[in-house]
């Protein structure tokens, strides 16, 4: 047997090149530096359309009709024969004369090898149009669906607040006070929730900010129950943040059941004052709290028996995994909901001191 010369080892190794082009599964050229093509995959060819055969020898810019013939595509090309750069994921819109376009992935690389006279560049092309369809298809679907939501959910608010005023109607019909006082605060739980519901028909995020619905919730409460807001105020208070909607219920509901509780027994007669809502957020933590200057808890020690709006208060915290702390306000009373997920270094340092124990949670 005949010794192998360097030139056939070169051939034999180009050969062997060649063969892996041609028959990789996925679209891929070899070219030059020159960017004339060498070799050309057979599913090149079958993906775009391509003689495979005629391609071969060819420049990169003769392919199809001109397609390949791209400026930005040359230039980064050019630059990566010069090895100034690598072409990694550059996307290209492929269009041909009466053909759908096609966007592509191009990816392109200098080979490193011992023949250094001769440069060679693989480019590899993904077709991800089929890909970039499918996905604008289940944006499309998922902006409707969120459109839809949005009007189911200001239907439903419209809805409620029917509801609400038709309780409020029967409300200043009925001569009964006790009855009216039932049917003003079934008027009011039920415009929390609208309030919530327009909020959330506002917003495009999933995600409700706490500051703006409680502005809206207590407008509400505040036209409804107020008769007078030179007398007594309603006001809100506090960074607020983002919550989950079905957490946002629950907060809007213990903030109704709390201004109107503090409105019922905090001013008593003619007293003037004011109800804070105050609510701040970090992270997973959050802590609410309705304040009022009214006449106090010592004051009124029936008010601490447990009755319609102070179990409602207990079941939604307990759901919320909150703990209910009832304090003196000096004056006034102060009602705090705290939820803590994670302990915080700043919460660790509260506990030992001397009042960490009344704003402690689980």
Aim: proline share 4%; with cysteine.
């Amino acid at each position: 047997m005949a010794a192998q010369t360097p030139h056939d080892s070169e051939q034999a190794a180009l050969s062997l090149t060649l063969a892996i082009v041609a028959s990789s599964p996925g679209p891929l050229l070899l070219l030059d530096g020159d960017l004339n093509i060498l070799a050309v995959s057979q599913s090149f060819g079958e993906v775009f359309e391509i003689e495979v055969d005629g391609a071969v020898g060819g420049p990169l810019s003769g392919l199809g009709v001109g397609e390949w013939d791209g400026a930005r595509l040359r230039s980064l090309l050019d630059a990566t024969v010069s090895g100034a750069a690598r072409i990694d994921a550059y996307e290209l819109d492929l269009v041909r004369p009466g053909r759908p376009p096609h966007q592509l992935v191009v990816h392109a690389q200098r080979l490193v090898y011992l023949d250094l006279e001769n440069l060679r560049i693989l480019m590899s092309v993904t077709d991800t149009t089929a890909c970039r369809a499918d996905r604008k298809l289940k944006d499309d679907a998922l902006a409707e669906n969120l459109v839809l939501l949005a009007e189911v959910r200001h239907r439903v608010a419209n809805s409620l607040q029917i509801i609400a005023s038709v309780l409020l109607q029967n409300a200043r019909k009925t001569t009964s006070e006790e009855t009216r006082g039932h049917l003003k605060d079934a008027h009011n739980r039920v415009m929390s929730v609208a309030a919530l519901e327009r909020q959330l028909s506002e917003s495009a995020d999933e995600a409700v900010q706490l500051q703006a619905y409680f502005v809206s919730l207590c407008d509400s409460i505040a036209a409804s129950m107020i008769a007078d807001t030179r007398q007594i105020s309603l006001i809100v208070t506090g960074e607020g943040g983002l919550v989950a909607p079905r957490t946002s219920v629950s907060l809007g509901l213990i903030v109704t059941e709390l201004v109107i509780n503090a409105l019922k027994h905090a001013f008593t007669g003619d007293r003037p004052g004011t109800i804070v809502v105050d609510c701040q957020v970090r992270g997973p933590n959050w802590t609410l709290s309705v304040t009022d200057d009214g006449v106090g808890v010592n004051a009124q020690p029936g008010q601490l028996r447990a009755g319609l709006g102070t179990s409602i208060v207990q079941a939604l915290a307990k759901q919320l995994e909150a703990v209910v702390v009832t304090a003196s306000a000096h004056p006034g009373t102060r009602i705090t909901v705290t939820h803590s997920q994670i302990a915080l270094v700043d919460d660790a340092e509260d506990e030992l001191s001397p009042g960490g124990q009344a704003a402690a949670s689980v």
